[in-house]
């Protein structure tokens, strides 16, 4: 199994950056895409931001211009850079990853444990 691995989440002020981080554990397949998904108390669990191994991306709207996603050639790491943090922003984000195993016909969708950004107003 894999496990992803997240890091960078914390408490900031409105207006702040934070930069979070996320590998694979090991390599148990073909990664055709990750990125973040986020969830909000009282709130349905929402994409933010994916890559895919092509290096194309896709962004909520409401952080298009502010979050900025980047991945390593291999697409086993995966960062969010998050800048002009807003308060709305605080949420649990979750890694993701979709991965296609040696004889599978789709790729299967795996999730981090999840880090907290909080951003104080």
């Known amino acids: 199994q894999v496990r992803l691995v997240e890091s960078g989440g914390g408490l900031v002020q409105a207006g702040g950056s934070l930069r979070l981080s996320c590998a694979a554990s090991?390599?148990?397949?073909?990664?055709?895409?990750m990125g973040w998904y986020r969830e909000a108390p009282g709130k349905q669990r929402e994409l933010v931001a994916l890559?895919?191994?092509?290096?194309?991306?896709n962004y909520a709207d409401s952080v298009k211009g502010r979050f900025t996603i980047s991945g390593n050639s291999a697409l086993n790491t995966v960062y969010q850079r998050m800048n002009n943090l807003r308060p709305e922003d605080t949420a649990v984000y979750y890694c993701?990853?979709?991965?296609?195993?040696?004889?599978?016909?789709?790729?299967?969708?795996?999730w981090g444990q999840g880090t907290q950004v909080t951003v104080s107003s």
């Open positions: 993701v990853a979709d991965i296609q195993r040696s004889g599978a016909r789709t790729p299967s969708r795996y």
């Open positions: 890559i895919s191994s092509d290096g194309r991306t």
């Open positions: 090991r390599n148990i397949g073909s990664i055709s895409a």
